[in-house]
């Protein structure tokens, strides 16, 4: 992001459900383009979530902890009005394939047709992180596979309690 007299407040919006790695990584390299960076999870009572918006703040409040300028936070309807209402200036979302690439631009598109003053960033996901996706880590845990390393230490620990208990 372009260096200007200006703060740059930035927004990373998400599911999380739950945080992984990939996501960590973006946060960490965000936070550093960034003067303040607000993970926002969208609270979504329409799709089904393994961790409810309590427990995905919960976790991402704790991961981003060594992060000074880095703050969570959640939200419900648009993300734009979300974006005014904390006085940001920037979108930031992650890239891991080609795939990801026509639903960003389609929803990056939307969004600056809502509030053309905000713009969207994007980072490419480390190419260690690229193909990991919540729904695989989901997926892969609660067939009983290793997620060690796919997510952080703590999301490891719930995945193996929650599955542990449905088992
Ligand atoms: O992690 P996800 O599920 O890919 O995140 C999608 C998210 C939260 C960025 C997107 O669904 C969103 O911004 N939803 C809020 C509703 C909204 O603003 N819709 C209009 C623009 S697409």
Redesign the pocket.
């Known amino acids: 992001m372009a260096a200007s007299q200006s703060r740059i407040v930035a927004i990373y ?4 459900d739950p945080i992984t790695n990939g996501h960590l990584d973006l946060i960490q390299r965000g936070s550093r383009l960034a003067d303040r960076l607000i993970v926002a999870v ?1 609270e979504n009572r329409q799709k089904r979530s393994l961790f409810s918006v309590e427990e995905r703040v919960e976790m991402l409040t704790e991961v981003v902890k060594p992060y000074a300028n880095v703050e969570v936070g959640c939200f419900h ?4 009005d979300y974006v005014r209402e904390r006085g940001a200036n920037f979108i930031l979302r992650g890239i891991r394939a080609i795939s990801d690439y026509e639903y960003e631009l389609q ?1 990056a598109h ?2 600056r047709r809502l509030s053309p003053g905000v713009e969207t960033v994007f980072l490419m996901a480390g190419e260690a992180y690229s193909f990991i996706s919540s729904q695989l880590v989901k997926e892969v845990a609660s067939l009983g596979g290793n997620v060690n390393g796919l997510v952080p230490p703590l999301v490891e620990e719930r995945l193996k309690r929650l599955m542990a208990a449905h088992r």
């Open positions: 919006p998400g599911s999380f969208l309807g648009l993300l734009v929803i939307m969004n």
